[in-house]
């Protein structure tokens, strides 16, 4: 796998075409943040019956341009006791990461430049694709972390550290999903993740058949979206920044250019999200061909226009989590189900006996885990009732004490 670009040699036609790609990824989760914010906000609206934004430019359309454009001109200030260089630092190590991790996103098939030159839709093709793409992940909380730290506030620095153990959390949710399409893929290429599930037959729907979502069992899947979703701090996983909490998060002693540099790397983050999401479980851009044409980069976009609709759909209707309900679902639900399902994808991947054999096991293994979380509840309420009742009888000493104390 890789790039045919490189097969002429790194000449001026190879040199100015990378130029162009990397800038064209640049533009594109800029225009996507750009039409995201809108595309969330009318489709809340839509959701809660309501006319949404309408006034600036057509539809309303226009409003996350003027919006951005407001932030920019707003004054910038630096709190006094801030570490200066880390707090200016923090927004950058935010965004950085979630536009290198898009450069590795297969967007289409092989194109034609002429005079010999054929290119992917695709910035980078690196043999570790896919570890990129956790990198990148796992590299976006230092950015909510150091935020929060070096503003020299307490609201902050309770946002950033919730954020380090959800991430912390779901993050190995994440890896042992990943694991699950690379054992079924057999490889860490994004692209031949996606040439993986290209059907072997013709026929208008044969191009689901090979996606990793039903070759996966759709389990992996869908703690795979959990998790991510968690990972991005998104409803209802949103406690980083809870405005009934802690006054709005790691970001709040930011304005003007750098709190838009947040927002601009959490819609960065969601779009990336989304196109990992289709390129791992949803077939990348394959899809049926129109007169025998492909036509790679419509599909992809529409489906990647269906994972963001579900992220907003979800963000309206689900309210948000409490953090031990945060952290029970990741460590006490996802990662067991997913290193189970890795277990037992493995297994099947020797034999249907072995697979078997597999599955029992974690079936006995989730019985036991839940027998264990039960008994921890049982024990967790009786200590709590014994608690209780120290302090009523506590109470009832002081009480008792006071009123022998008053009595002439």
Known sequence: MGDPIFDQGLTLAVWI??????????VIVLVSVLFMVMYERKQVAFLGNRPGPNRTGPGGWLQSLADGTKLFMKEAFTPAHADKV???????????????????VPV??????????????????????????????????????????ASGSKYPLLGSVRASAQMVSYESAVGLTVAT???????????????AQKPGYSGFFSFIAKWNILHAGIVPFIVFSIAITAEMTRAPFDLVEAEEEISGGYNLEYSSISFALFYLAEYAALVTNSAFIV???????????????????????????????????????????????????GWKRLIPIALAWLMIVAAFQVSRAWGAVAFGGCVLGAIL????????????????????????????????????????
């Open 279 to 329: 390129t791992l479980w949803l077939g990348g851009p394959d899809g049926p061909q129109i007169d025998h044409v492909s036509i790679g980069p419509f599909w992809f976009v529409l489906k990647l226009l269906i994972i963001l609709y579900i992220f907003v759909w979800i963000r309206a209707t689900l309210p948000r989590l409490r953090y031990d309900q945060l952290m029970d679902l």
């Open 17 to 26: 075409t990378l130029i162009v790609k990397a800038l064209a990824v640049f």
């Open 86 to 104: 880390v707090y200016k630092l923090a927004p950058y190590m935010l965004l950085v990461p979630t536009i290198v991790a898009f450069s590795v």
């Open 369 to 408: 885990l839940w027998r264990a979380i039960e008994v921890g509840k049982g024990a967790a309420a009786v200590e709590a009732t014994a608690e209780a009742a120290r302090a009523d009888a506590a109470r009832s000493s002081t009480a008792k004490r006071r009123q022998q104390e008053s009595t002439p």
């Open 181 to 195: 399409v690379v054992l079924l893929t057999g490889s860490l290429h994004t692209s031949a993740i996606t040439a």
């Open 108 to 149: 289409g098939g092989t194109i034609h430049l002429g005079h010999n030159l054929n290119t992917e839709l695709q910035l980078a093709d690196p043999p570790w694709g896919i570890l990129v793409m956790l990198m990148c992940s796992g590299l976006g909380v230092y950015g909510v972390i150091l935020a929060g730290w």
